[in-house]
């Protein structure tokens, strides 16, 4: 088998590690953030910047 | 008093209903730890984000030729280095944000988010403090104006653990800001609250 397809697949299964992981980080803000404070400013930043992660690393992995 | 300790606050509202405040108990400060305890870390992940680009700077020069052939596995490298570090750093954010004391007129209720999924409560009466101490020691402490607060209470204090800040009778939080008119303002609280006592 083509070697990139373990790559693509480990790179698959991390993503869904670190998915599940944020997914609960966003559901603790979301139970204990208090009213007024800078947990959605936060967060916001925080999903931007794995994007932009996520679709530079994309955008460098096809090439 | 400083932008980090809240004194307009709807006791009322859904999001304090974990605190399980009394019928006539109302929450006068919200504190949150100073920014400046979270320097260190952020320090440190500025640090770690760094390293990758000298490395692939490293390996650019010594590999001119041979870098596009492992170019997928690099960036998968890199990209699964950053999203691992940028989840690190939202995580070690909630742990620090999230550490929240509130001052109501009846109790001190240290909230301290200790992970993902983890968090621990100690309350203290406010009747049960004996004396308040500020701690404000070096200069980013002096500069910043945030340090130690450390309640000394007639109870249980919020560790176990004799050879830190928290031993029995000690309940202690740090990188509190302003620490000393904080202290003021628990010893206020609990002269109002000893006194209101002793005319019933």
């Not at chain 1, 790559?7 to 944020?22: P, R």
């Not at chain 2, 400046?36 to 320090?43: H, K, N, R, S, V």
């Amino acid at each position: 088998m083509d070697s990139n397809f373990f790559i693509y697949l480990g790179y698959g299964i991390f993503l869904l590690i670190v998915l599940v992981i944020n997914l609960l980080y966003f559901f603790q803000v979301f139970k204990y953030r208090l009213p007024g404070d800078a947990s959605l400013s936060v967060l916001t930043l925080h999903i931007i910047l794995l994007l932009l992660v996520l679709f530079s690393g994309s955008y460098f992995f096809r090439t | 008093m400083s932008h980090l300790i809240d004194t307009e606050i709807n006791s009322h509202d859904p999001a304090f209903l974990y605190l399980n405040l009394h019928t006539n108990e109302e929450i006068k400060l919200v504190v949150r730890h100073h920014w400046a305890g979270f320097l260190g870390t952020l320090l440190l992940v500025v640090g770690m984000g760094l390293f990758p680009l000298f490395i692939l700077f490293a390996v650019n020069l010594t590999f001119k030729d041979s870098i596009d052939q492992y170019m997928p596995i690099i960036s998968v490298a890199i990209t699964g280095f950053y999203l691992f570090l940028l989840t690190f750093l939202f995580g070690a954010w909630i742990n620090y944000y999230y550490d929240i004391i509130f001052i109501t007129n009846e109790r001190i209720v240290n909230v301290a988010q200790e992970g993902l999924l983890s968090r621990k409560t100690s309350e203290l009466n406010l009747r049960q403090v004996e004396n308040v101490t500020a701690e404000v020691e070096g200069f980013l402490q002096t500069a910043l104006n945030y340090g130690i607060l450390v309640i000394e209470t007639a109870g249980e204090g919020t560790t176990g653990n004799i050879d830190k800040p928290g031993i029995k009778g000690f309940f202690t939080v740090t990188d509190v800001p302003d620490p000393n008119r904080l202290a003021r303002v628990i010893l206020e609280f609990h002269r109002n609250v000893v006194s209101s006592t002793d005319n019933n």
